[in-house]
C-alpha cells in the first residue's frame, strides 16, 4: 500500500472493502463473527455514525473522551 503510485486511492479501497465486509457481505473466516454474515446492520451502523456526529459537536471535555474511546490508538 506504501509503495503504491496512489496511496490515497489503496486506503480508500480499503475502508470500502471494511465497510462492506462489516455492513454487507460479512467476513470469510469465524473470527469476523459469522462466516457470511455481517458485523453490523445498516441500521446499527447508520446510528453509530449519528452518535459520534453528536459527540463531535458537543464541546465538553467528556464527549471529547468518549469520542477517544471509540477510536483505539492501535
Known amino acids: 500500500m506504501f509503495h503504491d ?3 490515497l486511492l489503496a486506503i480508500a479501497e480499503n ?3 471494511h465497510l462492506l465486509m ?3 457481505f460479512g467476513g470469510t473466516y ?3 463473527n459469522f462466516p457470511g454474515l455481517p458485523m453490523i446492520d445498516v441500521v ?3 446510528l453509530l455514525v ?4 453528536v459527540l463531535g459537536r458537543v464541546v465538553d ?3 471529547a473522551r468518549l469520542i477517544v474511546c471509540l477510536f483505539p490508538s492501535r
Open 30 to 32: 469465524a473470527r469476523d
Open 5 to 7: 503510485e496512489h496511496p
Open 22 to 24: 462489516f455492513h454487507l
Open 50 to 53: 449519528a452518535g459520534v456526529a
Open 61 to 63: 471535555s467528556t464527549a
Open 15 to 17: 475502508v470500502w472493502r
Open 44 to 46: 446499527t451502523g447508520l
